[in-house]
């Protein structure tokens, strides 16, 4: 069986297995994960950061942004384009997050682009994790192209459940840096 095949099989069998978690439960845990999240001296020394507007599926970042907003830090979240590319817009408000092409919330107005900085953090959506902090993603490749280039701090959200020993990857996956969960840090 080839990368590819793997790969999508998993998405498949992460994907029930999140539908699984009762709605009460994914709360709880979501809550669990912003809280340990916004404890990390990486999220507090950080001046920018960059998120994704979550799906109902994935765990939420509502609480991180509404937190890094009152903490004054500037935060970005993605708009995909044709051919893979992925620019990151300052969002203020989430109002200004409407439905795309993708069908995934993204910035309304592309007119404050993300610039880097050194102690800038990413939260990277995954399907599930590896212990070693290889993901699975969506099957699009937008986020590896993006990782490439980004100079901070890499984290990736998960529930400890979704923490396997190896995930299959290619040569253009990349790790990332730490794995939150409800119960610990995962440092890499």
Known sequence: MDIRSQKNELRNYFSKKRQTIPPSEKRALDDDIAKRFVAMNAFK?????????????????????????????????????????????????SSDLIMDAFNIKAPKYEDDPYSPMPSDIIIVPAMAYDKNGFRLGYGKGFYDRFLSGFLGTKIGLSY?????????????????????????????
Do not use: W
């Open 45 to 93: 020394s950080s001046n920018q950061i960059l998120l994704y507007a979550s799906t109902d599926d994935e765990i939420s970042t509502s609480y991180i942004f509404d937190y890094a907003l009152e903490c004054g830090k500037k935060c970005f979240f993605p708009k995909c384009y044709e051919h893979s590319e992925m620019i990151f817009y300052s969002v203020k408000d």
């Open 160 to 188: 400890s459940d979704f923490i396997v020993d190896s995930l299959p990857r290619g040569r253009y996956d990349l790790s990332v840096d730490i794995i939150v969960t409800e119960k610990r840090y995962i440092c890499l």
